[in-house]
């Protein structure tokens, strides 16, 4: 199994940390973002494809060819045009029906969520929020299914949002999504779209943290060293 992760921003709401490094390197509780992304992969995936970018250098010197016993494959996205083209680069490295891991490099979220994730076809790892508006969140339909997804809604419908962790095959890419109206493509309008053709499970997460500014890095430190104690 294979998991792409996602890497490319230059972390602007992250500066001055990110003025010399990506958002993918920086360090919380001793360990890189991105060492803590990949380290909770299930054993299944054997290969990551990170889409990098901004500072792409410092990544490849990491992680080189392999990384935490997984293959590493890079894709480099030029234009930051959202997430679905994010992905789309990697199509060709893909099992055309094999299902495929999505994360992104800069949440904390716990191993038993997304090895979970990992026996469904379509699944998404989610986690009620106070503030959905600033996610993509979900309803459910009365199945247990995911009926819809919107990406940051103004009047949301639930408080269950996305927690960057996506499970998926290669038919995500034939339900190419219209632009949101910051003119970015999104992969979870994508996926709301293939919900109405497919059954995507919902997976809790137990911890989930998105880093989004310095703030949070001292934040998470405290609740890692807890969680620890």
């Not at 792409?4 to 360990?31: F, H, N, Q, S």
């Not at 299930?42 to 080189?64: M, N, R």
Request: aromatic share 8%.
């Amino acid at each position: 199994m294979k998991a792409i992760i996602l890497a490319a921003g230059d972390g602007k709401r992250m500066r001055p940390l990110t003025l010399t490094k990506p958002k993918a390197l920086i360090e919380v509780a001793g360990k890189t973002l991105l060492e803590r992304t990949i380290s909770v992969l299930p054993e299944s995936v054997d290969e990551v494809i990170l889409v990098v970018g901004y500072l792409q250098e410092q990544i490849k010197d990491l992680c080189g060819d392999s990384f935490l016993g997984k293959k590493i494959t890079y894709v480099t996205q030029e234009k930051k045009e959202g997430t679905f083209l994010a992905v789309k680069l990697c199509e060709k490295y893909l099992k055309p029906s094999e299902s495929f891991f999505v994360l992104y490099a800069d949440d904390l979220i716990d191993k038993e969520a997304v090895c979970e994730a990992g026996i469904h076809e379509f699944s998404v790892v989610v986690k009620e929020v106070e503030k959905p508006e600033r996610f993509g969140i979900v309803t459910i339909n009365e199945d247990g299914s995911i009926k819809e997804i919107i990406e940051k809604p103004e009047n949301p419908r639930s408080n269950l949002a996305i927690t960057n962790v996506l499970v998926m095959t290669p038919n995500i890419f034939d339900y190419e999504p219209t632009p949101h109206k910051n003119g970015e493509y999104y992969l979870t309008s994508a996926l709301n779209e293939l919900s109405k053709h497919k059954k995507i499970a919902p997976v809790d997460a137990n911890f989930w943290f998105p880093i989004g500014t310095p703030e949070d890095i001292k934040e998470v430190e405290k609740i890692l060293l807890n969680k620890k104690n």
